[in-house]
């Protein structure tokens, strides 16, 4: 009897996009169009940290992107493009390494258009938490999808127009009036810098403390662990202790919001709290080089390059005029100065 050969050549091996457990539908409620869901992936082979890079991205892209998706190098970009449709895939997000340059193309399928940002710098999520004396990552922090802010890209050039639009439907949209504040956990902000061009691309983590009460008892709110009190005298010892007030000013100081609802244990609703940022990572700088039309093709919207070139032709240009009025200014002056020659031999 002859065997059937199975032939997986081009086959993309990628498990369901993560979904809630209560079925959530895939159309926006704010939009009514279909939920962002995203591949992050790669276009060439990629050394150790910016694979790491890569999964720390597919993290941030949580949960409505392929956590576990498997790439292989005869892959192309059509077989990608062939599994999105079906799995309601909206963005592509494509890492590429190359000898000079680290890239990252965010592509919206099937048609585009493709925005290439060229990464100056990066750091990776454990980077982060390495630094931080008390790193913070709870274990449901990734269950929602992050809030999306934009600084500085208020301009009138198409490219940052289309930079703009491209990552706010990156993620959900949110409606104020009906968003749960327990599922704004995460934040993720870019910052345009209009001098030098770069993008500061950061992923912080929302975290809300009540105004006035101390670390001390936030802790045993919290995690409902019996205190230490073998070296008190009273109970009351405890809440006492190294001063009631002098943990929790420093929450004071920072941003305030009075809440609607109660979020956790010890936020309650009507009360104020203060929100804490902390960064997790990864952290990226990056420029915007390149938009085109189609998806990785097409015609070329914006070319950084291109205006550079053009910024030195024209820099060429006036330096070259500039040269140029000298001379003529120079060879009038010698004329001057031979007419007065001639006037001063005419007198004697």
């Given at each position: 009897?002859?065997?059937?050969?199975?032939?997986?050549?081009?086959?993309?091996?990628?498990?369901?996009?993560?979904?809630?457990?209560?079925?959530?539908?895939?159309?926006?409620?704010?939009?009514?169009?279909?939920?962002?869901?995203?591949?992050?992936?790669s276009r060439t082979?990629?050394?150790?940290?910016?694979?790491?890079?890569?999964?720390?991205?597919?993290?941030?892209?949580?949960?409505?992107?392929?956590?576990?998706?498997?790439?292989?190098k005869r892959n192309?970009?059509?077989?990608?493009?062939?599994?999105?449709?079906?799995?309601?895939?909206?963005?592509?997000?494509?890492?590429?390494?190359?000898?000079?340059?680290?890239?990252?193309?965010?592509?919206?399928?099937?048609?585009?258009?493709?925005?290439?940002?060229?990464?100056h710098q990066y750091?990776?999520?454990?980077?982060?938490?390495?630094?931080?004396?008390?790193?913070?990552?709870?274990?449901?922090?990734?269950?929602?999808?992050?809030?999306?802010?934009?600084?500085?890209?208020?301009?009138?050039?198409?490219?940052?127009?289309?930079?703009?639009?491209?990552?706010?439907?990156?993620?959900?949209?949110?409606?104020?009036?009906?968003?749960?504040?327990?599922?704004?956990?995460?934040?993720?902000?870019?910052?345009?810098?209009?001098?030098?061009?770069?993008?500061?691309?950061?992923?912080?983590?929302?975290?809300?403390?009540?105004?006035?009460?101390?670390?001390?008892?936030?802790?045993?709110?919290?995690?409902?662990?019996?205190?230490?009190?073998?070296?008190?005298?009273?109970?009351?010892?405890?809440?006492?202790?190294?001063?009631?007030?002098?943990?929790?000013?420093?929450?004071?100081?920072?941003?305030?919001?009075?809440?609607?609802?109660?979020?956790?244990?010890?936020?309650?609703?009507?009360?104020?709290?203060?929100?804490?940022?902390?960064?997790?990572?990864?952290?990226?700088?990056?420029?915007?080089?390149?938009?085109?039309?189609?998806?990785?093709?097409?015609?070329?919207?914006?070319?950084?390059?291109?205006?550079?070139?053009?910024?030195?032709?024209?820099?060429?240009?006036?330096?070259?005029?500039?040269?140029?009025?000298?001379?003529?200014?120079?060879?009038?002056?010698?004329?001057?100065?031979?007419?007065?020659?001639?006037?001063?031999?005419?007198?004697?």
């Amino acid at each position: 009897m002859g065997r059937f050969k199975n032939n997986k050549k081009g086959r993309v091996n990628v498990k369901p996009i993560a979904m809630k457990k209560n079925n959530q539908a895939n159309v926006d409620h704010v939009t009514g169009d279909k939920i962002p869901k995203s591949f992050v992936f790669s276009r060439t082979k990629l050394p150790a940290s910016v694979k790491q890079l890569q999964m720390d991205l597919r993290k941030l892209m949580l949960p409505y992107t392929a956590l576990s998706l498997k790439e292989k190098k005869r892959n192309t970009l059509r077989d990608f493009l062939n599994v999105s449709g079906p799995m309601g895939v909206t963005h592509f997000l494509m890492l590429k390494k190359t000898a000079s340059a680290l890239s990252l193309r965010v592509a919206r399928t099937p048609q585009g258009p493709t925005l290439t940002f060229k990464i100056h710098q990066y750091s990776l999520a454990s980077d982060i938490a390495q630094s931080q004396l008390r790193p913070r990552c709870p274990p449901d922090l990734f269950k929602n999808p992050p809030l999306i802010v934009l600084s500085g890209f208020g301009t009138q050039e198409l490219h940052l127009k289309l930079a703009t639009i491209m990552f706010q439907n990156i993620f959900p949209a949110i409606d104020i009036n009906t968003v749960k504040l327990s599922t704004c956990q995460r934040l993720v902000l870019l910052n345009y810098n209009k001098d030098t061009k770069l993008i500061d691309f950061r992923h912080y983590s929302i975290r809300l403390q009540p105004v006035g009460v101390s670390r001390r008892l936030r802790k045993f709110v919290e995690k409902h662990e019996v205190p230490d009190l073998r070296n008190l005298q009273d109970v009351s010892d405890f809440v006492t202790k190294a001063g009631y007030g002098s943990e929790s000013e420093g929450d004071e100081e920072g941003a305030t919001v009075t809440l609607s609802s109660d979020i956790g244990r010890v936020n309650r609703g009507s009360t104020k709290s203060a929100v804490k940022l902390q960064e997790i990572g990864p952290r990226m700088t990056m420029q915007l080089v390149k938009v085109e039309e189609g998806l990785c093709s097409g015609g070329i919207i914006f070319d950084e390059s291109e205006n550079g070139d053009e910024k030195i032709a024209k820099k060429k240009q006036n330096e070259d005029s500039e040269e140029e009025e000298g001379e003529e200014g120079s060879e009038e002056e010698e004329g001057e100065e031979g007419s007065e020659e001639e006037m001063d031999e005419d007198l004697e």
